[in-house]
Each structure stands twice: as structure tokens, then as C-alpha cells.
């Protein structure tokens, strides 16, 4: 009887049920994943075993599915730190800021939320670890560009777990002032840095709270592409495992975890098809690592993806009752890699780059002709644009927001996404619904139409976070 009392108490005061308290929280957004970036994934991955249809994800599976809507306060189109903004605090904001409302107010977020509450709290990503959608977890700035600021917000939350590809601007402020690294801050606040998984195995065991970023000489912007990974690569899905190692080391009271999937939207932004599928695959793999552990504790484990914004306008089809989308699977690097790889051959051979030179490398690496024939007119634009900058000299790369192209990259891109029948509308984000697949403790939450600033007010429901 006091037994029952006592959920009847909790049940009033909470709006929730015993049985949907969620101890363990993992909360994945896939940067910039629409509802096409999975269907397109899904449809992707059964064209390479040879038949038409879908073979899915993981997380496509799970019982609870939503779409959510994702304009920002000022625009129908959002940017990142808005959206990630909405998505950790339940609040619509500005585009630019992180962890403020639209008049510069600071949000408490879900994550310090779930602090306050007693449980520990991971925020991780395959991005920087002050990018916008990790620092709109823990930071409190009215400009994303503010890196250095962000960072020095990152010990202030007191989060037990952080991780990723690096820091963008540890000695430069806003301003472009130069000023002490954050890494000694950071430090003497209590955390133990770690560079390599490696190094995390080393230090994790005696470390009270940890930091952990690639190994040096390793991009701080980002993990690699999943279609470029060299072994010794650190991963999502690596990150995953050492987040949830960490975070129930000693008292477990529980947890609240973000892992962001951030380079499906850098992906995007070059219009580049077959890195997005391979982005899509490798958060699917960081998942698996979550459901693992939800396996273990299913009365006490939600699992929570979704994703900030679409970013491409995606289309499956071009106009044929066609997708040949099997014809990705010749690629064999991001278009970035690619377009080193013809800077480097331009470096190497200078004037004397010839016509056969630049399609033996593309028959190498994204095996036109070889594998793919190509039309008249898709050749026809490969060797007008091999001529305009390699004979002309005229090279005038395509810049995103994440990346700078060489021009004949930029238009082997465009011929893959032609062969493949996929379409785009942007090299940005899009106003598109996004998806929401959860499963656990409270999941039911999440199925239907809303707005994406109910996602972590569902989330603080499910897990008691007041």
C-alpha cells in the first residue's frame, strides 16, 4: 500500500508513469538527416545485395516513429544552432545562437537538466566538440563562430563526458585575439584529456572526467568520412562505447547521453550521395552500440534519434521511373579525398596533366567508363571542365559551407548523382520534416507529428529531469 502511494505521488507530480522512467537516456541526432537520407540509405543498402526495396537500419525498426518539424524563431529554414538549440532546450531561437532564446537569454538545457538530477551526462559527436549542435548541450553563446567561448562554457557545465574530433579555435577568441589554450583551463577544472581510444583505455580508469578528442596531427574539425576511414581512425561508434563505459563506471545513477552523427550534413552540403548513405550507416553502427546496452536494461533505457534539419532538398528520382542507386557503390572516397587527389595530381604534373591522366584517375576512384558508362553529354561535361581548368587553367573551386572542390571533383559529383538518378535542391539546409524513431522507456512519447522543440520536453518527462 505505502508502495502505491508513493507512485500515485510521483504519477501526479510527474505527468508520467513508473514504468516509463528512464535511468539511462541516449539521445542520437543525425546532422542534416532527413526522412530521405534514411529511405535513401535503406534503399541504398538493398540495391547493393542485388534487389529492389529496403534493408534497414536498425533504428528505422524501432517501435515509436515521429517527424518533427524544424524552423527557427527567425526563419522557416534553420541553421544547426538553432535547431540544436530547440533540441536540447525545447526552445525556439535564432539562427546563430546556442543555448539562447531569441532576446540573448540563457536556456537551461535537457542536459543540465539531467546534471541537476544526478545523472551523469556524456555529450559527444563526430564533429568538433564545439560545433553547433554539441555546444548547444553545454554552452551559452549568442554566436556559433564564438569557438573559443564555447569552449571555456565546456568545464563551466561540469559534464562528466565529452568527445570528438578536436577544438576548432583553442587559442583564438571571437575577436581574433590570441589567448591562453583552453586545454590547461580545461585541465585544472578536472578533466583528463584523451587522444586516441588508446589513450582513453589508458586513462579512463582513474579519471573523474573526461575529455576525449583524435590523437595530434588528426583533423580537430571532424572524424573521417566513413567511406574514407583508414584503420586507427577513431569512430561514432567507438565514441558510443567509451561514452557508455565512462558514464556507468563507479555509482551508476544513471545517465543522459547526445551523440551527434555531424558529417551526414557536411555530406550533404557537397551534394555528395554515396558519403551520405556511408553517414547514415556509420550512426546506425553508433546506435547498435545504444541498443546493446537497452538490451540489458530495457525497462530503463530510452534511445532517441532524430535529427536537427535536412540539408540537400534530397530527391530519390530525377525524373525517369528510376533509381539506379547500386551505381554508388563504385565510389570509393568522399568528393573531398577526391579532390586532393586531383590537386595532388595537378601538383605532380603541372601543365602536362592530360585528358587520359585525369580519367584514369576517374575511372580509379569513382569507376566511370570502367564500371559505369556514361552518356555523350556526362562525358562531354568531365572533358569541358578537365579543359576549362587543367588546359585553360581557369580553376575556380566550389566552395560549401564545409569544404573547397576542385572544380572537375565538383562535376564528378554531379555525374554520380546523375547516374544514380538523385536529385538535390540545395548545397544547404532545407525547411523538410526530419524523423523521430525511438525505442524504451517512455518511447510511445515520440510516435506522431510535432515540433522538434517537444523532443527533449519528452525526454525530461520520460526521465524525471524537472
Known amino acids: 500500500m505505502k508502495r502505491f502511494m508513493y507512485v500515485l505521488l510521483f504519477v501526479l507530480l510527474t505527468g508520467t508513469t ?91 538545457t535537457v542536459a543540465e537538466k539531467a546534471k541537476k538530477a544526478g545523472k551523469k551526462v556524456g555529450v559527444t559527436t563526430s564533429v568538433s566538440v564545439d560545433h553547433a549542435t554539441p555546444a548547444a548541450f553545454y554552452a551559452h553563446q549568442p554566436n556559433r563562430n564564438m569557438y573559443y567561448e564555447i569552449a571555456l562554457d565546456l568545464p563551466k557545465a561540469n559534464f562528466d563526458f565529452y568527445a570528438g574530433g578536436g577544438f576548432l579555435k583553442p587559442t583564438t577568441t571571437a575577436d581574433k585575439k590570441e589567448a591562453p589554450s583552453i586545454f590547461p583551463i580545461i585541465e585544472e577544472a578536472g578533466y583528463t584529456i584523451a587522444k586516441g581510444i588508446d589513450d582513453f583505455k589508458v586513462k579512463s580508469t582513474q579519471a573523474d572526467k573526461m575529455i576525449l578528442i583524435q590523437k595530434d596531427g588528426a583533423n580537430p574539425s571532424c572524424l573521417p568520412y566513413s567511406i574514407d576511414r ?69 525497462k530503463e533505457t530510452l534511445i532517441v534519434v532524430t535529427a536537427d534539419h535536412e540539408t540537400g532538398g534530397l530527391g530519390l528520382g530525377t525524373g525517369k521511373y528510376e533509381l539506379h542507386l547500386k551505381a554508388l557503390k563504385n565510389q570509393k572516397q568522399s568528393q573531398d579525398l577526391l579532390s586532393t587527389a586531383i590537386t595532388d595530381l595537378r601538383k605532380a604534373k603541372g601543365h602536362d596533366v592530360t585528358w587520359e591522366d585525369a580519367k584514369a584517375l576517374l575511372i580509379e576512384k569513382m569507376g566511370f567508363w570502367k564500371e559505369l558508362p556514361l552518356t555523350w553529354e556526362q562525358e562531354k561535361m568531365l572533358r569541358d571542365e578537365f579543359e576549362q581548368s ?16 576542385e572544380p572537375l571533383a565538383a562535376t564528378a559529383r554531379k555525374v554520380m548523382s546523375q547516374i544514380a538518378m538523385i536529385g538535390w535542391t540545395s548545397g544547404s539546409h532545407t525547411a523538410e520534416y526530419v524523423p523521430v524513431y525511438a525505442v524504451g522507456a517512455g518511447s510511445k512519447e515520440f510516435a506522431g507529428k510535432y515540433d522538434n522543440t517537444e523532443i527533449p520536453k519528452r525526454i525530461a518527462k520520460v526521465a524525471g529531469y524537472k
Open 18 to 108: 513508473y514504468a516509463q522512467q528512464a535511468k539511462y537516456v541516449f539521445y542520437f541526432i543525425g546532422d542534416g538527416m532527413g526522412v530521405n537520407q534514411v529511405n535513401g540509405t535503406e534503399m541504398y543498402l538493398a540495391e547493393q545485395e542485388g534487389r529492389i526495396g529496403v534493408t534497414p537500419l536498425l533504428f528505422t525498426q524501432f517501435p515509436a516513429v515521429g517527424v518533427a518539424t524544424t524552423f527557427s524563431a527567425t526563419n522557416s529554414v534553420t541553421d544547426s544552432s538553432a535547431a540544436g538549440t530547440a533540441l536540447a532546450t525545447g526552445v525556439k531561437t535564432y539562427n546563430g545562437a546556442i543555448g539562447m532564446d531569441d532576446q540573448k537569454n540563457v536556456i537551461q
Open 230 to 298: 583508414k584503420d586507427g581512425d577513431m569512430t561514432l561508434a567507438e565514441i558510443t562505447e567509451s561514452a557508455v563505459s565512462f558514464l556507468t563506471k563507479g555509482k551508476n545513477k544513471g545517465f543522459f547521453l547526445m551523440v551527434e552523427g555531424g558529417k551526414i550534413d557536411w555530406a550533404c552540403h557537397s551534394n555528395d550521395p554515396a558519403t551520405v548513405f556511408e553517414e547514415v550507416i556509420d550512426m546506425d553502427n553508433a546506435i547498435k552500440v545504444a541498443y546493446e546496452f537497452y538490451k540489458k536494461h530495457p
Open 390 to 405: 587543367f588546359v585553360k587553367n581557369k580553376v575556380v573551386f566550389e566552395e560549401t559551407l564545409y569544404s573547397k572542390t
